[in-house]
Every structure is written in C-alpha cells, then in structure tokens.
C-alpha cells in the first residue's frame, strides 16, 4: 500500500475522529477499513493525542483477518476517541489534536523499528505542541492579569484581581494575600476553590507571622518537612506545599503572596511555577502602588493638607446629599476666627498654622458624631450636623463649638486666645438648597462677627441687611471714583485760651436714596470691598488741598485724618503720605494721623516700623478713642505717637461717675508723663469743660465748641475762636529716602456675603 492510500486512510480516520455523530464516524471508519483490507493490510496502529494529557491513544486492528472483528475494534476506538474529545472540549483549548495511522503488512519483524520511532515522534511533537498551547494559555491569562489590575479602581478590587489570576495561572485551588499598612491591623484575603473564602478582614498572627526572614521579594518554597515552623504555617492552613512570596508595596504597606495546593495532589510546584509567581507579583505591587497612589490622590483632592478634615469640595458634595433627602432636617455652620490676622502677621504663618491644627482637633472632638467638621480655607469651618432637628439643639452644638476657644493655645512659646463668630441654617426652615442653606448660614456668620460675636441664628432680616450691603459695597465704588464725598471739619481748641489748636476732617456721604450713611457703616464696606484705601486717600487729598489753602492764607493749622487700620497695614504708606504732602504742597508739619489702639495691637511691629518712617516725614502722629481698645500701654510709651485723644464715653461720664474720672486723671497723666499731647473727645458741657482743665488736659473737641461743619465754614471759625500761633513752617516738605511707589493692592473682588 502506497503512501498516498495510507494518507488517505489516515484523513478518514480523522473524518471520524471529527464526526459529529457515531453514525457519520463509522461511516468513515468502513471506508478507512474497505480500502486497507484492499491494499493487503493485515494490521492497523491507531494513535491520537491529546494535549494537556502527555499521552498517546493507541490501539491495533485487525483488519482482514477477521474483517468484522478489524472493524469492530476500530468503531470501539472512533467511539472512545470521540468521548475523549467531548472530555476535552470541555476544556479551554481541549480537543483530539492529530490522529496517525501505521499499517502493517505480513512481514511484521521489519515493521517494528520503523513503527516505535513513529509513535516516539509523535508523543515528542504533541508534547511539544501541548506544552506550546499551554503557555499561549498562561501568557493569555498574565495578560487578563494586566488588564484587571489596570482598570482595578482600589487597592481591594486589585487583590480581588490578584486572587483570582494566580489560581488559574498556578493551577492553585488556595490562594492567600496579607498586607500590613493598610488600617491599624494587617489584612487577609483567602481564595479557596476558586471562591472567595475570607477578606477582607483582620489577620492573626498565625498568619502573619512568615517561617523565614521576611526581605522584600524572597521567594520561598514551603514543605511540611522543613522543619516545625513551616510545618505549623502550612497545618495552619491544611495545606501540604505552598510557594510563599513576600511583597513590599511602599513604605507602609507590605506583606505576602502565597499560592498552595491540597494534600494528595500529583504535580509538585516547578521552576516555571516560580518565575510566574514572581511575575503575578511583579505586576499586583505595581498595581497596588498605583492603587493606593490614586487613592491618596483622591483623598488629598477632598481634605484640607493642613488639619486633614473635609475640604470645601467634600462639604458641598456632602450637603448636596444631605439637601437631596426627603423631608430631611439638619444644621449648616459656619464658624470664623476673630482676630486670627494679627496671629498670622506678629507670629508668622507657621504659628497661625499651629493654631488652626489645634482648634481643628478641638472643633472635631467638640462635635463628636453628632457632625461633619469640614474646613473651607484659611480661617473659616463649616459644619454639617444631620441631628440637629431644630434651633434649641443647633444652639447647643453651636456653643460646644465656641467653647474651643476657651482655653488658649500655646504656639511657638506663647499662649494664644482667639475668638470666633458662628452663623447656623437651618433645613428646611432656612433653606433647602445647598448653595442657600451656605449662603444664609454665611450671613448670619457676618451677623454675629460684625456684633459682639459668638453664634447667631439665621433669619430673613438680616438677608435683608446683607442686600443692602451687596448695594452698599457696589454703589461705594462708584462714589470713591467719582469723588462723590464730603468732608466735614470739626475743630479742637486750647482749653486756656479757647483758640483752634487743630482741625479734624471727617468723610461724610448721602447717598442719593437711602440717605446719609454713617461712617462706620461705609468704611465696614470699603473694608469688605478693598476699597479701604482710595477711600482713605480721597478723604487725605481733600484734607491737604483745605490746610494747603489755609496756610496760603496765611493760618497754619494742622489737618488730622483718621488712618484706617487696613491701610496701615500696607507697607508703601509712608511713600503715600509723603508724595500726596508734595502734591499738594503742604508741610508735614500740618499733617496729624489719627488710628486706633485696635490698628496698633493687630500688628504691633510692624505697625511700629511704619509709624517710625511716618514721624521721620515730620508727620504727626494720634492715637485715636484711647481707653476703648486692649491695653496697649507698654505699645504706646515705644510707639513714635505725640498725641493721645481720650475717648468720649469716658469724657461724657466725668460729672456723675468717679470712677470714670479717675480714669480720666490717669490718662490724663499718663500723657504728661509721656510728653504728649492730650486731647478730650465729646465735650458738650462747660461743666466737663472746667473739670478737664482742673485736670490739667490742655487740649479738647465737642459739641461745646463747635458742630462738625463744611470745610468752607472753616475760616469763619477762626475769625471766632483765633488760631494757636504756630511759627509757618518753609516750603519744602522732607520726602521720604525711599523712591515713591504707586499704592500696591490686589484687585478689588466683588463684594460677596
């Protein structure tokens, strides 16, 4: 028989191998059997292999001697092969590869050889071919690796991922990862038979604990002979072998993967076995870096760096939620520091650091879980209370929120006290927007600051308020540009001799349709508006162009302008002053800038600094309200000032309060002792007059003298009263060394509550 027949034989035999029914494969099988019987073959050898199996089926049929038995053992053998196939096909890449066919004549001895080294090729070749699929299979499962561990949003999704991979790559029915560094107590997940036996949860340290020297990446093979400690971790696990690899994922977090088989399995771990662990490894540590890199990634994008609580972006979604829910009621606050700027600019930054970090703490622990404490930016909370059903319980949350700032805070070697002003809106009475519910929680915060602080409940007039000063902030910027203020002066006379020692400009606005506004309440909008400073400038500008005229005049009387704190805050003031007295041509001698005890306090050094260059101008210098503000009498004996004016309350009270006269005498001395010049504000009667005098204070301003009056009327006064002689200073002004510079302030932002 040719090899063309035998080939042809060989092709109808897989036919039958191939059939999809018994009846189509013997079909084939008696035409293999017909055309052998015709050729003079006595005997057939059938082989097929199966990959995955590293075996070969064989079987030998007789075919012309009998002929019905030959074909008999042939069907028996189609039949097998098929329900071999079935087995297999049940089985990714499973399935009866090749099917060979040797014919034997009479003379068998000959055929022997030929016939052996046939049947060795072909187990060689399936082999080769079954190993070949084999790992096609393992490369297409490391890349389902990948992909999984890619698209694997958090660390546990990876290790899910992890788990499973390594099963089907290792053929491991016990899978085990523990990390440690991930929460307080280290973490085990446990895939046992392909289902998801434990994890994740708290790992014991039976465990954890690993039977040899745990270095980064040390890959290990564990057998129970190896001695007690990797015999007890395997009984511990009911396992007999396990490869063991441990894991290092960043500075915190580090553990092991390990990968195990039942007691009673036939194949043993193999070298291959290990270069794939270490390369499943490989990529869930990388994974699990880029997962935990994302997350903190994620939780940084949502909490504030400095105190670690919910930022502004965290409590919008959160109240969002909260605003979402049926029927809901809960409390929004906003809570602010008071007086937290002057911590920050006499301290330094890193104090006001420390201090936010410490009230934070005390803000969280205040609440406990009844709320949310979030951190909008620099000084300002919120807080999210879902418990608070109505005012009384909000009221209480709110003052265990302010009693944080009771006990001071040591920061930097010094004991600091800070205030706080706290607005609260209320779900739904107040709101049921979360942009509303923020908004009127915000307004009442501004309601309590611009009071006595501490905590103020929303309610719809002081929306009302807040409208007003929306309009307010708007329409100002329009008056300062325009120049649309009047400036008033009221005059302060020598208490002897009843002349004008000075004259005190004061800004004055009527605003077309709400009328006259009064000054605290426009320069409260300037300051939110930063307008503070053109305001001031305005004011100043008018102030030197009235003493220039008058000293033209042949009367040189000293100007004095409040200096509002926010502008003596900023560093180019002196270059200010300087070049306006040079605008206008007036001596700095006719200049007095009058500021607050509380313009002093906020930033003593610095205020100090500026003031020094101001009084090297030859600009005079008042402290303004004195006795109203904090006790700032070590400040003023180092503080450049000339003048101290006492303020009116105290002034008012000098007939029918003791006490209040000896604190008047006090201050009164105080400034003699001091060398300066002592002025009485709010004299209204002859009676307070005479006391002052008796006193000893030589200077004094009020009603009693005269009302506030247009800077026109002024001349006419003097004509009354007389003027202090005062020798004409010459015409040039001293400039300061420094060149100057344009006032240097940011954009002015639109008013926002």
């Given at each position: 028989?040719?090899?063309?027949?035998?080939?042809?034989?060989?092709?109808?035999?897989?036919?039958?191998?191939?059939?999809?029914t018994?009846?189509?494969?013997?079909?084939?099988?008696?035409?293999?059997?017909?055309?052998?019987?015709?050729?003079?073959?006595?005997?057939?050898?059938?082989?097929?292999?199966?990959?995955?199996?590293?075996?070969?089926?064989?079987?030998?049929?007789?075919?012309?001697?009998?002929?019905?038995?030959?074909?008999?053992?042939l069907?028996?053998?189609?039949?097998?092969?098929?329900?071999c196939?079935?087995?297999?096909?049940?089985?990714?890449?499973?399935?009866v590869?090749?099917?060979?066919?040797?014919?034997?004549?009479?003379?068998?001895?000959?055929?022997?050889?030929?016939?052996?080294?046939?049947?060795?090729?072909?187990?060689?070749?399936?082999?080769?071919?079954?190993?070949?699929?084999?790992?096609?299979?393992?490369?297409?499962?490391?890349?389902?690796?990948?992909?999984?561990?890619a698209?694997?949003?958090?660390?546990?999704?990876?290790?899910?991922?992890?788990?499973r991979?390594?099963?089907?790559?290792?053929?491991?029915?016990?899978?085990?990862?523990?990390?440690?560094?991930?929460?307080?107590?280290?973490?085990?997940?446990?895939?046992?038979?392909?289902?998801?036996?434990?994890?994740?949860?708290?790992?014991?340290?039976?465990?954890?604990?690993?039977?040899?020297?745990?270095?980064?990446?040390?890959?290990?093979?564990?057998?129970?002979?190896?001695?007690?400690a990797?015999?007890?971790?395997?009984?511990?696990?009911?396992?007999?072998?396990?490869?063991?690899?441990?894991?290092?994922?960043?500075?915190?977090?580090?553990?092991?993967?390990?990968?195990?088989?039942?007691?009673?399995?036939?194949?043993a771990?193999?070298?291959?076995?290990?270069?794939?662990?270490?390369?499943?490894?490989?990529?869930?540590?990388?994974?699990?870096?880029?997962?935990?890199?994302?997350?903190?990634?994620?939780?940084?994008?949502?909490?504030?760096?400095l105190?670690?609580?919910?930022?502004?972006?965290?409590?919008?979604?959160?109240?969002e939620?909260?605003?979402?829910?049926?029927?809901?009621?809960?409390?929004?606050?906003?809570?602010?520091?008071?007086?937290?700027?002057?911590?920050?600019?006499?301290?330094?930054?890193?104090?006001?650091d420390?201090?936010?970090?410490?009230?934070?703490?005390?803000?969280?622990?205040?609440?406990?879980?009844d709320?949310?404490?979030?951190?909008?930016?620099?000084?300002?909370?919120?807080?999210?209370?879902?418990?608070?059903?109505?005012?009384?319980?909000?009221?209480?949350?709110?003052?265990?929120?302010?009693k944080?700032?009771?006990?001071?805070?040591?920061?930097?070697?010094?004991?600091?006290?800070?205030?706080?002003?706290?607005?609260?809106?209320?779900?739904?009475?107040?709101?049921?927007?979360?942009?509303?519910?923020?908004?009127?929680?915000?307004?009442?915060?501004?309601?309590?600051?611009?009071?006595?602080?501490?905590?103020?409940?929303?309610?719809?007039?002081?929306?009302t308020?807040?409208?007003?000063g929306?309009?307010?902030?708007?329409?100002?910027?329009?008056?300062?540009?325009?120049d649309?203020?009047?400036?008033?002066?009221?005059?302060?006379v020598?208490?002897?001799?009843?002349?004008?020692?000075?004259?005190?400009?004061?800004?004055?606005?009527?605003?077309?349709?709400?009328?006259?506004?009064?000054?605290?309440?426009?320069?409260?909008?300037?300051?939110?508006?930063?307008?503070?400073?053109?305001?001031?400038?305005?004011?100043?500008?008018?102030?030197?162009?009235?003493?220039?005229?008058?000293?033209?005049?042949?009367?040189?009387?000293?100007?004095?302008?409040?200096?509002?704190?926010?502008?003596?805050?900023?560093?180019?003031?002196?270059?200010?002053i300087g070049?306006?007295?040079?605008?206008?041509?007036?001596?700095?001698?006719?200049?007095?800038?009058?500021?607050?005890?509380?313009?002093?306090?906020?930033?003593?050094?610095?205020?100090?600094?500026?003031?020094?260059?101001l009084?090297?101008?030859?600009?005079?210098?008042?402290?303004?309200?004195?006795?109203?503000?904090?006790?700032?009498?070590?400040?003023?004996?180092?503080?450049?000032v000339?003048q101290?004016?006492?303020?009116?309350?105290?002034?008012?009270?000098?007939?029918?309060?003791?006490?209040?006269?000896?604190?008047?005498?006090?201050?009164?001395?105080?400034?003699?002792?001091?060398?300066?010049?002592?002025?009485?504000?709010?004299?209204?009667?002859?009676?307070?007059?005479?006391?002052?005098?008796?006193?000893?204070?030589?200077?004094?301003?009020?009603?009693?003298f005269?009302?506030?009056?247009?800077?026109?009327?002024?001349?006419?006064?003097?004509?009354?009263?007389?003027?202090?002689?005062?020798?004409?200073?010459?015409?040039?002004?001293?400039?300061?060394?420094?060149?100057?510079?344009?006032?240097?302030?940011?954009?002015?932002?639109e008013?926002?509550?």
């Open positions: 028989m040719g090899i063309d027949k035998l080939e042809t034989v060989r092709k109808l035999l897989a036919k039958a191998d191939g059939a999809a018994p009846a189509e494969a013997e079909t084939y099988t008696s035409k293999a059997v017909e055309l052998m019987a015709r050729h003079g073959i006595d005997e057939a050898l059938l082989a097929a292999s199966r990959p995955g199996l590293d075996e070969v089926a064989a079987c030998r049929i007789p075919v012309a001697d009998p002929y019905s038995a030959g074909k008999a053992r069907l028996a053998w189609t039949a097998s092969a098929l329900r196939r079935a087995v297999l096909h049940q089985r990714p890449g499973g399935r590869s090749a099917v060979t066919v040797f014919g034997f004549a009479a003379d068998r001895a000959r055929a022997v050889v030929p016939v052996a080294l046939g049947l060795a090729l072909v187990l060689l070749g399936h082999r080769a071919v079954a190993i070949a699929l084999d790992r096609h299979a393992s490369l297409g499962r490391l890349y389902d690796l990948s992909h999984a561990l698209v694997a949003p958090a660390s546990t999704d990876v290790v899910g991922s992890l788990l991979q390594s099963a089907d790559l290792l053929h491991a029915p016990y899978v085990e990862v523990v990390l440690r560094g991930l929460g307080p107590e280290p973490q085990v997940w446990v895939l046992r038979d392909r289902e998801a036996d434990k994890g994740p949860g708290p790992a014991s340290r039976a465990l954890t604990t690993l039977p040899f020297p745990a270095a980064p990446g040390t890959l290990r093979a564990l057998r129970r002979g190896d001695g007690a990797a015999a007890a971790f395997l009984a511990a696990r009911g396992l007999r072998e396990a490869l063991v690899l441990t894991l290092h994922i960043d500075d915190q977090v580090s553990g092991h993967l390990l990968v195990a088989r039942y007691p009673g399995s036939d194949r771990f193999g070298g291959r076995d290990r270069r794939l662990l270490e390369t499943v490894a490989n990529h869930g540590s990388v994974a699990l870096r880029n997962g935990r890199l994302i997350e903190r990634l994620h939780f940084e994008a949502r909490h504030d760096e105190t670690g609580l919910p930022n502004r972006l965290s409590f919008r979604r959160l109240l939620d909260a605003a979402a829910g049926p029927d809901e009621t809960f409390a929004v606050m906003v809570l602010d520091f008071d007086g937290f700027k002057a911590v920050n600019d006499t301290l330094g930054h890193q104090a006001g420390e201090l936010l970090r410490v009230l934070a703490g005390r803000f969280v622990g205040a609440v406990g879980d709320a949310v404490v979030t951190r909008l930016g620099g000084d300002e909370f919120a807080v999210l209370a879902r418990g608070c059903a109505d005012a009384v319980a909000a009221r209480a949350l709110a003052a265990r929120l302010l944080a700032f009771d006990a001071p805070v040591d920061v930097a070697g010094t004991r600091l006290r800070v205030g706080g002003s706290l607005g609260v809106a209320l779900a739904p009475e107040h709101g049921t927007s979360a942009s509303d519910l923020l908004r009127h929680a915000d307004v009442a915060m501004y309601a309590a600051k611009s009071g006595a602080g501490g905590a103020r409940l929303y309610s719809d007039d002081l929306s308020a807040s409208l007003d929306v309009r307010l902030a708007a329409e100002l910027r329009d008056a300062v540009e325009s649309g203020f009047d400036v008033v002066a009221q005059p302060i020598d208490l002897e001799t009843g002349a004008i020692h000075s004259v005190e400009v004061l800004a004055r606005w009527h605003h077309p349709e709400l009328g006259p506004i009064a000054p605290e309440e426009f320069f409260a909008a300037a300051e939110r508006s930063n307008q503070t400073a053109a305001l001031s400038m305005r004011i100043l500008d008018r102030a030197l162009r009235a003493a220039r005229d008058w000293h033209l005049a042949g009367r040189p009387v000293r100007v004095g302008v409040n200096l509002a704190a926010r502008w003596l805050g900023d560093p180019s003031l002196p270059e200010q070049a306006a007295l040079a605008r206008h041509g007036v001596p700095a001698d006719l200049l007095s800038l009058e500021l607050t005890e509380t313009a002093v306090i906020a930033d003593p050094r610095r205020t100090a600094g500026t003031l020094t260059r009084r090297e101008l030859g600009v005079h210098l008042s402290v303004d309200d004195f006795g109203t503000g904090y006790s700032s009498l070590t400040y003023l004996s180092r503080l450049p000339d101290m004016k006492i303020d009116k309350s105290f002034v008012q009270r000098l007939s029918g309060s003791a006490r209040d006269r000896a604190v008047v005498r006090s201050i009164v001395d105080l400034g003699r002792n001091l060398g300066l010049d002592v002025v009485a504000e709010g004299v209204t009667a002859r009676e307070t007059s005479g006391v002052l005098r008796e006193m000893g204070c030589r200077l004094a301003q009020g009603f009693l005269a009302e506030p009056v247009p800077v026109a009327h002024v001349p006419r006064l003097f004509d009354e009263h007389g003027v202090v002689p005062r020798a004409l200073p010459g015409p040039s002004t001293p400039l300061p060394r420094r060149p100057v510079q344009a006032t240097v302030l940011p954009p002015a932002p008013y926002v509550v």
